[in-house]
T-cell receptor, first 115, second 113 residues
Framework: GAVVSQHPSWVICKSGTSVKIECRSLDFQATTMFWYRQFPKQSLMLMAT?????????EQGVEKDKFLINHASLTLSTLTVTSAHPEDSSFYIC???????????FGQGTRLTVV | KNQVEQSPQSLIILEGKNCTLQ??????????LRWYKQDTGRGPVSLTIMTFSENTKSNGRYTATLDADTKQSSLHITASQLSDSASYICVVRGGGGADGLTFGKGTHLIIQP
């Protein structure tokens, strides 16, 4: 199957700082990438959808100014958590989908801890 | 409302034993159903994918079933191993949404030696 790589796997940051998470498609061109957040023992919750070269579309209740998404190339999307607070601590997962493909492939996730 | 309900929430079994996880869904229209394995601190990895016309699909010790009439699926794990300890998530494609997916909360499976 297609490979999607997320970096870093885990990160600890101080409250008030910003953190950037990368999502790369290694062996295909990802025209669409999805960003999810997962709290312990909960479902993956879709945060936003990014299409290469255009602005991300955010789900209801997700602050676009807090969770900045950039999808500048067909193999890379980034999620920046700005002015992070302890309540932003969560597991963030991306998935990537190629043109004409209905199936998306998940990255390995990033554990964010804000202290 | 599109929903995916999984049971049990958690399960503990001894190594070598079999187990069956359940998934009920109300997603419409239905495209396909996937079972994922998610190790702690990792992203989901696909185990099986089933379309409307498929009743059973196997992947090694994992066997998934689908009853499209009753909108139920199960994942049977045979001869469990310690490495099977993980969350198993049922995901249904269809019913709209930006990603077209409805996720279950997962069953947390613990295999004890």
């Amino acid at each position: 199957g297609a490979v999607v790589s997320q970096h870093p796997s885990w990160v600890i940051c101080k409250s008030g700082t910003s953190v950037k998470i990368e999502c790369r498609s290694l062996d295909f061109q990802a025209t669409t990438m999805f960003w999810y957040r997962q709290f312990p023992k909960q479902s993956l919750m879709l945060m936003a959808t990014s299409n290469e070269g255009s602005k991300a579309t955010y789900e209801q209740g997700v602050e676009k100014d807090k969770f900045l998404i950039n999808h500048a190339s067909l193999t890379l999307s980034t999620l920046t958590v700005t002015s992070a607070h302890p309540e932003d601590s969560s597991f963030y997962i991306c998935s990537a989908r190629g043109l004409g493909n209905t199936e998306a492939f998940f990255g390995q996730g990033t554990r964010l801890t804000v202290v | 409302k599109n929903q995916v309900e999984q049971s049990p929430q958690s399960l503990i079994i001894l190594e070598g034993k079999n187990c069956t996880l359940q998934c009920n869904y109300t997603v419409s229209p239905f495209s396909n159903l996937r079972w994922y394995k998610q190790d702690t601190g990792r992203g989901p990895v696909s185990l099986t994918i089933m379309t409307f016309s498929e009743n059973t699909k196997s992947n090694g010790r994992y066997t998934a079933t689908l009853d499209a009439d009753t909108k139920q699926s199960s994942l049977h794990i045979t001869a469990s191993q310690l490495s099977d300890s993980a969350s198993y998530i049922c995901v249904v494609r269809g019913g709209g949404g930006a990603d077209g997916l409805t996720f279950g909360k997962g069953t947390h499976l613990i295999i004890q030696p």
